[in-house]
């Protein structure tokens, strides 16, 4: 690959995550500020989806910082940043609804979820130590070293691709429920959609760049072994 191959393909990688990020946050930013017509905050969709589910043992806190959201399943807490918590907009909604999402997934068993659980210290020690294996064998020109970094690479890759079935299954479960439990209104569903729909964009673009980077390792390994 040459010097600008080189530069476009990083600038390229690096573009996609910033795209991503910026749907999410002008998306969010324009739904915040909408009030949803149930007049529910944050918290009160989550524990009405929940208890409408049976998960009374579920509970939810609210956390500091900026989209922070997330489902904790080891302690069975859906954890809401403080303007979704306490704020009652379309974004904020639909953001909650989401995380409830997990919480249903992790309730049933749902297959990808339980991989996902799984393959989490295994990718995290492949994200750790993989580029210091690739950089090494790359420079000191020893393919065994390379191809051991492109092993644990693929650990963390796959933990990416995992993540795609479970963040779009928990956000269709999230317009399911918003709908039938009457958070939103049928003319609501078109801008709960866009926030769910920003929000996966920004994992479709991490997948994208890890695959992306771990074939062009995988070009490399190739080329070297047949010089």
């Known amino acids: 690959m040459s010097l600008g191959a080189f530069i476009v393909y990083i600038a390229i990688l690096m573009l996609i995550p910033l795209w991503a990020q910026s749907k999410v946050k002008s998306a969010y930013k324009k739904y915040s500020q909408v009030r949803a017509s149930s ?84 990718a995290n020690f492949g994200s750790n130590i993989s580029f210091f294996l690739i950089l090494a064998g790359i420079f000191l020109q020893m393919t065994g070293m390379l191809l051991a970094g492109i092993v644990f690479m693929s650990a963390a890759v796959l933990f990416q691709l995992v993540t795609l079935p479970v963040e779009f299954n928990a956000s269709n479960r999230a317009m399911e429920q918003v709908v039938s439990v009457g958070v939103i209104r049928n003319d609501e569903e078109r801008e709960t959609k866009k926030v769910l729909n920003a929000a996966a964009l920004t994992y479709v673009a991490a997948a994208l760049v890890a695959v992306a980077e771990l074939v062009r390792f995988i070009l490399m390994y190739v080329a070297m072994n047949n010089d």
Not at 45 to 50: N, S, T, W
Not at 91 to 117: C, K, P, S, T, W
């Open 39 to 122: 007049g529910m905050t944050g918290a009160e969709v989550a524990r009405k989806i929940l208890n409408d589910n049976g998960l009374y043992d579920v509970s939810v806190e609210p956390v500091k910082g900026k989209l922070t959201d997330h489902y904790d399943p080891r302690s069975k807490v859906v954890r809401l940043s403080e303007s979704n918590y306490y704020g009652n907009s379309v974004a904020g909604a639909a953001v909650a609804a989401h995380e409830v999402g997990h919480a249903l997934q992790d309730e049933e068993g749902y297959a990808f979820l339980r991989f996902r659980h799984a393959l989490v210290p295994v």
